[in-house]
């Protein structure tokens, strides 16, 4: 491959790659060592209006199953998180972020309770099994950690739920959000949730046997025919807008749950046994000194943000904007930024500094971007 | 970016990314979350010869420094690795496995003893400070772990050591294989070590400060004029030819030390405390079913090997190729591969099933590859 990534067994190859290939995919991107596509429209502002509209297919098997068994597979994954998991039922998905001893955050996986006693992490970009590993070895744990053969395959947008009814019959409808029922697809029974990485809708099949991907795949692209389904991805304007974040982008180590507004996930009173307790509690106590917020800023449409772009108020950098990118929508940019406390106010006047040397006014917005 | 790679914040840039692009990358890889070039010569053969013949300078920012500091760093990083690390100095790289409790490979870092209590561990494709961390707390261990502002630029080539003398005076020669020494540049101390991931000789300079990495770059690319210097990167042909291997491709953590020749570098006899020692005894007292070797083939040049190669003895498969490249040296194919017991011999004939539906005639070859 002369230009872009260069592809070796390292960056794994997903049971749906060889399709996304014969789609025309026009990139990739790497989480957790595997492919994820990144482009099939000519542009992603059309790759947004049709996910708005109609209905993807979206290869997110880089999405990998931390898988947590055993007899104390509960107290280990309550360790990790400081969202109460003892409420969920066989059937549920959890938004669970995962902390260190400092509160910091090392992932923000959604949990899936498969048994009593067995846990799915469905991972953003880390090795969240290597930390389960060492954290196991800590209180002498009896679990078995490993990442099972589970290949998740999004299907998202306003008519997905009438192409999955075509596929899967019209239980899918039953399926709540963030919920997942078992189906039968080629005699074997899969997951599927209602859940994914966009705000329009949609559903997660966690195919547990890479070799009925391909069959998988064809199956929903026939059906989807009727749907004017195109292949997709997680598209970068969409979610801006959609207050969805990028673990590595607008996440890192550095910060902690209640930066991002998860503090009506997390359980602070001492009630569960989280690594992170002591630390969390303190910063709760004390305020948290940035929020993430919405940001909607003129100028013209914007670069790529492959580095942070300042956010000023004046002479001071009150943020850096992670995620930002032009909405045709809008007919302006939006990005995603940490604020510093007393600049944070929905409405707040601001300017984002961009490395084509425009200094861009813009206000803060409210999350979603409606 | 229309082809290829996407930039985000996720995947990090480097101190040296910009001089990178300019001197006219041509493709990216991603390691531990950061790019790593992968692409420069109008060719990979043209780079492997140039690297053969002369000095080459490689961005390889992404082996990232796991820092493990603190009254028990010793005893973290002892636990991590079957390798004795108690008979290291100041100034010593050891290449450690790093394995989990049944031995299977984590990461396979050069480690850099710092200080008495403070180590760096310098990784392949893996969150080595994820696990670093979860195991700090199984035995209350007392450590910082943190990832410094460290970037390794390699100066690689026969030529490395004139031009490294040009430009940090001839105290450079002094430093021994996997030695390290301070120099340095610009009023900082700077680790400079005579290794990196070629078999041609050269260093590895750990710049701890990103905001020198522009000026790092330029200087040797301007003394390296009169060596006839070029941008560089890890050479597939020149590494699978070394017997370089490269996590992720050659290792998982489904292998295990003993696999791949390094029974030299660990330590069974009960005398280091680490968390694999058990398991790596048994392995050990059983003999191991597969071990690494070369491989040369025919059937004229391969395609990438982005999924593996199944090699054949007949009928039954007794490895598979997870790196494989032609070589215009051998006019033949190369690759790595573990092979089960009974067919590692050197000298074995087989057959290599290539992606192109070709039989490919080989056969075993000792490492390095002459």
């Known amino acids: ?34 492919l994820l596509p990144k482009a099939f429209q000519p542009s992603i502002e059309e790759d947004y209006w049709h996910l708005r509209e109609h209905v993807q297919l979206w290869d997110v098997s880089c999405q990998r199953q931390v898988q947590i068994a055993g007899p104390d597979a509960e107290r280990l994954v309550q360790w990790m998180t400081p969202r109460r998991i003892s409420t969920a039922k066989i059937g549920d998905c959890y938004y669970i972020p995962i902390v260190d001893r400092d509160g910091g955050l090392i992932n923000d996986p959604v949990m899936l ?3 009593d006693d067995r846990f799915w992490l469905s991972i953003a970009d880390s090795d969240v099994l290597l930390y389960a590993l060492g954290l196991a070895e800590a209180k002498g744990f009896d679990v078995q950690i490993d990442e099972p053969d589970v290949s998740p395959l999004a299907v998202q947008g306003p008519k997905a739920e009438d192409l999955m009814a075509s596929v899967f019959g019209e239980e899918i409808r039953s399926i709540g959000f963030f919920k997942y029922k ?20 949609g559903f997660e099949i966690y195919l547990d046997d890479s070799s009925l991907g391909h069959d998988l795949w064809d199956t929903l692209w026939e059906a989807g025919q009727a749907f004017s389904i195109t292949p997709g991805c997680p598209n970068l304007i969409e979610r801006i807008e959609g207050g969805l974040f990028s ?15 998860m503090a009506k996930f997390i359980k602070l009173d ?17 305020g948290v000194s940035r929020e993430i917020r919405g940001i909607v800023f003129g100028g ?42 007393g600049f944070w106010d929905i409405g707040q006047e601001l ?20």
């Open 1 to 34: 491959m002369a230009d872009g990534l260069n592809m070796s067994r390292r960056i794994r190859r997903t049971p749906y790659t060889d399709r996304v290939e014969q789609a025309g995919v026009r990139g990739f991107s790497v989480v957790n060592h595997m």
């Open 113 to 115: 309770k498969i048994a």
């Open 182 to 201: 078992r189906f039968d697809f080629r005699g074997t029974s899969q997951v599927i949730a209602r859940s994914g990485y966009s705000r329009q809708g």
């Open 247 to 261: 673990y590595g982008n607008e996440m890192t180590r550095e910060n902690n749950p209640l930066e991002y507004d």
């Open 270 to 286: 001492g009630s569960v046994d989280c690594i992170g307790l002591a630390a969390l509690q303190r910063i709760a106590e004390e």
């Open 300 to 341: 013209g449409r914007v670069p790529t943000c492959s580095k942070p772009w300042p956010v000023m108020v004046g002479d001071r950098q009150v943020g850096q904007i992670t995620s930002g990118v032009w909405s045709p929508r809008l007919e302006a940019n939006v990005g995603l930024s940490l604020i510093d406390r």
């Open 351 to 370: 300017t984002v500094l961009t490395p084509d040397e425009l200094e861009r006014p813009g206000r803060i917005a409210k999350l979603p971007i409606e």
